[in-house]
């Protein structure tokens, strides 16, 4: 009589252990718990910045106003330039905004130039 063993033994079934399937299905889990946590770390700190316009003031100065929105509790820089009409940088400056409460800011900022610009933008904004 052949028994069970003898049958598996034949036919190339084996017992299967489940150890190292469970281990890897639990780094698995980790590695897009992580992945998932960094994508969302870095958008709690992403800044949207708009322009609104801009005024010419004189041959060395320009106005810009625009707005953040995203960031509560936190200080902000903004770098906000001032361009010519071939696009080239004539003035720029760091704008630095305290903390506030409110989930966006409108802000105005006068850029001193070095000639005269044709239109004023923010480049950047990031946490300070």
Known sequence: MTTAQQLD???GRTRRRKWPWIAAAAVAALVVAALGWSIVAQQMDAIDSDDLGFDLVDEHSVDV????????????????????????VVGWKVVEIPAGDAHSQALSVTVPTVAAATTGLVKSCWVA
Do not use: S, W
């Open 9 to 11: 033994d034949r036919y």
């Open 65 to 88: 106003r625009f707005q953040i929105t995203g960031v509560q509790g936190k200080d902000v820089g903004c770098l906000v330039e001032a361009l010519d009409e071939e696009f080239g």
